[in-house]
């Protein structure tokens, strides 16, 4: 026949966090009697009673006086009641936490069976391994470590035994279990999931992060714009009815407005010197927006330079006066000698005297015939 599955009865851990558990205790009922234990791991004393009921009730004891706590055997020794329980008594007490430096807590049964007990401990130090603290009667204390299967580790278990001591095996376990951690940490810490689970990258693929913008290059384009003369959409005709066009000036990122209306008054006088006055009047017009919103100081200031401004289109803008023409003396003109004339004769002064001349012949040819 299958021998039958052993009694589990909970440990009461104190301290459970810590390190290493300074007390263990258990009480529970078994087939014909009861069962209770108290280790001592921080003293290193321990006792186990298996007390049977019945008209034959009796008491067997395993005890251990340390300093090493080792593993629990079948009880064995008969004992008075009255002492029995005194001893029990003394062994359990209030032991101080000791450092807490692991993730976790203890957890732990008393397996009973065949009156062979066997204590099991166990902690979870991460989400994917788990360490476990047995006594073997007559064996001492065992550890194991089991790694459990991620992206990032496979599957792997490794254990120790034949420990003198429950605080000598669960030391040997934390140093083997941090060797295993450490292999699989430092894959997870330096590696994308995405590129290892398939899985987990069909639903979280790894992006491409956006350029970084180069605030340097990006200053030096704003400036590149502000002071370039390439076309834009407004276009005004100049003095000439010729197409004048010109780049507005927007506000710079971060620029103050009083900064802002300083650079349009400086381009408004620039284009009262180039003749583009509709594009001055603008610009001081857009200077006049800005003042009204400014402190009464900054306003005054860009008013000045407005008026300043509008005198000089007022300037630009007034006819210059008419040149008066300067008159010769008629003396001068009727001293012109005849070699100043037209050698061709066709000057007026030229053709009278032809006319005189010829009139002159026609008289003196009469005269002679009439004599």
Known sequence: MPSPKPRRIRLSIANRTSDHPAQLTAWGRVKGGEVAMVLRADTGEGMLVHRTTGKSATSHVWTCSGPDLEAPNAPVDTGAEVATFERFKALMGSPEAGPVTLRGQWTGVLLWGDGAPVVELWRKLSTYGKLTITSK????????FEREAKWFSTQAD???EGYASLSAAIEAGIQ???AMLGTACSFRDSHRRAAHDA???ASH???TPAPAQDRLAARLERERESTSSRPSKRSTPSSGGTEITYEPMPRERGESAYTWARRLLSEA????GEGHHHVARELIGKVGEVAATLSSGKAKRLYEGVAHVEQRLAESSAPAPKKRKSRRPKAQASSQSPSTSSPSGNTPNAQADAQLLSLFQQAVAAAVEGA
């Open 158 to 160: 490794e254990s120790g």
């Open 269 to 272: 006088t620039s284009r009262v």
């Open 199 to 201: 899985t987990y990258a």
């Open 205 to 207: 693929p790894i992006g």
């Open 176 to 178: 083997g279990a941090r």
């Open 137 to 144: 009667p007559g064996m001492g204390w065992s550890w194991a």
